[in-house]
């Protein structure tokens, strides 16, 4: 049977990285993808770097400054504030488009090194409604790119439909929850592990991973 290999896109944070994982359980072979898009926090980067070299997974850099130039935001720009959006207004740290570019890069990619799956840990249940998280989006992308490229490309979404608690769940069937507590970053003020604490990225991460092992403590004294 021919090889699986899958491209992940890979930032280095707790979903992207149980993405990782999930794939590499999967598929033959994983190749992740980085984009640089000029994040305050080049920390970002040296994350996703270095959890790529000790798993051992071919990784790739893309420069993606382009998108700061597009688009500035609060994850680029020092003057921007990271904030919550309010009355249905997307947050600050949006930045319009990126997921769609970054999908479409992966594709390139994927195709050049003879990959069909792409896999990205985009969600639709606790994210703050980017367009292109949606999974009306992806599938719409996923036959446009292989008309494009005129390849059969699946995108696979692992987390699209669950939450953040279901996520640490997720880690934690994958035997990797402490490797993700403990070395991912999720954070914008750019802490690695449980983060800042204060942050709405770090709000989010910790209420899930509480909801989560509460669960799990349940369930054991049910049991
Ligand atoms: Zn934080």
């Known amino acids: 049977?021919?090889?699986?290999?899958?491209?992940?896109?890979?930032?280095?944070?707790?979903?992207?990285?149980?993405?990782?994982?999930?794939?590499?359980?999967?598929?033959?072979?994983?190749?992740?993808?980085?984009?640089?898009?000029?994040?305050?926090?080049?920390?970002?980067?040296?994350?996703?770097?270095?959890?790529?070299?000790?798993?051992d997974v071919e990784h790739h850099v893309l420069d993606m400054g382009l998108l700061n130039q597009l688009a500035p935001n609060a994850l680029t720009r020092e003057d921007i504030k990271v904030e919550a959006g309010h009355n249905g207004e997307l947050p600050s740290t949006f930045v319009e488009g990126r997921n769609m570019l970054f999908l479409t890069f992966a594709g390139v990619m994927a195709k050049v090194k003879g990959a069909k799956h792409i896999v990205t840990g985009v969600c639709e249940t606790d994210f703050s409604g980017y367009p292109d998280c949606r999974d009306i989006f992806i599938?719409?992308?996923?036959?446009?790119?292989?008309?494009?490229?005129?390849?059969?490309?699946?995108?696979?979404?692992?987390?699209?439909?669950?939450?953040?608690?279901?996520?640490?769940?997720?880690?934690?069937?994958?035997?990797?929850?402490?490797?993700?507590?403990?070395?991912?970053?999720?954070?914008?003020?750019?802490?690695?592990?449980?983060?800042?604490?204060?942050?709405?990225?770090?709000?989010l991460r910790r209420r899930g991973l509480e909801r989560y092992l509460q669960s799990k403590e349940e369930c054991k004294a049910t049991n």
């Open 139 to 203: 599938k719409s992308l996923n036959v446009t790119m292989n008309l494009a490229m005129d390849y059969g490309f699946v995108i696979h979404t692992p987390l699209m439909w669950i939450d953040k608690a279901a996520t640490w769940q997720m880690a934690d069937e994958l035997g990797k929850l402490d490797y993700i507590r403990n070395k991912t970053l999720t954070c914008y003020e750019g802490v690695i592990g449980d983060g800042c604490g204060v942050c709405p990225a770090c709000h």
């Open 1 to 55: 049977m021919e090889k699986q290999k899958a491209i992940v896109v890979f930032s280095g944070g707790q979903d992207s990285t149980t993405c990782l994982f999930w794939a590499l359980q999967k598929f033959d072979e994983v190749i992740a993808v980085t984009f640089d898009y000029g994040q305050r926090h080049k920390k970002e980067i040296e994350c996703a770097k270095a959890i790529a070299k000790e798993l």
